[in-house]
């Protein structure tokens, strides 16, 4: 099994700023993507942003405000939050496609979720 724990969100007045962590661990092989996703109240969840060995990609809206890094030696992935605005509310999910032993698929993994609110 693959666990993934996610820190960093809380409440934040409207312009702030969050930095969540999600830090991947157990027996793990190979990490092809690590990624966040939101779901705000009554909605579905979405991509916030991912990122590969090569590459970041992000909604676009928000493009601008938040940034996705990933820490290989730590099996750690961020997002970076500015400029936060009240419907950035949601709660935040870390994902991550893993292989555990070499030759099997890449699987899903689900963080349990952050929770971000942008309230004054």
């Known amino acids: 099994q693959v666990q993934l724990v996610e820190s960093g969100g809380g409440l934040v007045q409207p312009g702030g700023s969050l930095r969540l962590s999600c830090a991947a661990s157990?027996?793990?092989?190979?990490?092809?993507?690590m990624g966040w996703y939101r779901q705000a109240p009554g909605k579905q969840r979405k991509l916030v942003a991912t990122v590969t060995s090569g590459s970041t990609s992000y909604a676009d809206s928000l493009k601008g405000r938040f940034t996705i890094s990933r820490d290989n030696a730590k099996n750690t992935v961020y997002l970076q939050m500015n400029s936060l605005k009240p419907e950035d509310t949601a709660v935040y999910y870390c994902?991550?496609?893993?292989?555990?032993?070499?030759?099997?698929?890449?699987?899903?993994?689900w963080g349990k979720g952050t929770l971000v609110t942008v309230s004054s």
């Open positions: 994902n991550v496609i893993a292989s555990r032993q070499r030759g099997s698929p890449g699987m899903n993994y």
């Open positions: 157990g027996s793990i092989f190979s990490i092809y993507v």
